[in-house]
Every structure is written in C-alpha cells, then in structure tokens.
Nanobody, 126 residues
C-alpha cells in the first residue's frame, strides 16, 4: 500500500508563491511517475502537472505553464510543485498521485494513477 501525504498549502495573495510537497511511502518511489491534480469548488478534478520516474520528463496543463514547476527528490521520496504568480483561479484542493505503471514518463490521465493523497487546500485571494 502506498501512502501519499501533501503539505504546503495555504492562503496567499494573487501574485504570490507556494511550494507544495508530497511525501510518499510504501513502494519504490523512484520507479514511478507522479502527478499533481486539483479540484476547485463545484468543478471536477483536473490535471496540473506530472513528472516521469527519472525526473527527466514533465507535463503541464496550459494554464500553469511558465508559472508552476514540478520536481522530485528520489532520495527523499518526495515530489514538489512550485507555484509562482498565483491567480485566484488557482484556488483549489491540490492532490498528488502516484502512477500505476512502473517506469512511466507521466500522464495527464487520472485513470493512470492508482494512489492519491488526501489533498491540501490552496486559496489565492485577490
């Protein structure tokens, strides 16, 4: 069983920055891609970013490109999401997820992820 624990969320003004962390345990973290997703009030969960198992490949949704950066530290079993130039529309619960496929390069498809964290709230005020 894989456990994912997010942290780093909070309240920030528009234009500010936050860094989310997701600590993983329960299997060989370094062999699997990781993703970040978010769900705003009244909306479905959507893809934000993904990183391949080596860290050499990354994917982003268009609206966060140039503002968000996903990274991983396989020595700490942790994946990060650095969020800069935050906008009010970034307000959501952010979830990290672990890919079901070993040695994957990552995917925006939620069905490719079989383990999820509990989420961390990010609120961006105007």
């Amino acid at each position: 069983q894989v456990q994912l624990v997010e942290s780093g969320g909070g309240l920030v003004q528009a234009g500010g920055s936050l860094r989310l962390s997701c600590a993983a345990s329960g299997r060989t973290f370094s062999s699997y891609a990781m993703g970040w997703f978010r769900q705003a009030p009244g909306k479905g969960r959507e893809f934000v970013a993904a990183i391949g198992w080596t860290g050499g490949s990354t994917l982003y949704r268009d609206s966060v490109k140039g503002r968000f950066t996903i990274s991983r530290d396989n020595t700490k079993n942790t994946v990060y999401l650095r969020m800069n130039s935050l906008k009010t529309e970034d307000t959501a619960v952010y979830y990290c997820a672990a890919d079901r496929r070993i040695y994957s390069s990552g995917s925006p498809d939620q069905d490719q992820y079989n383990y999820w964290g509990q989420g961390t709230q990010v609120t961006v005020s105007s």
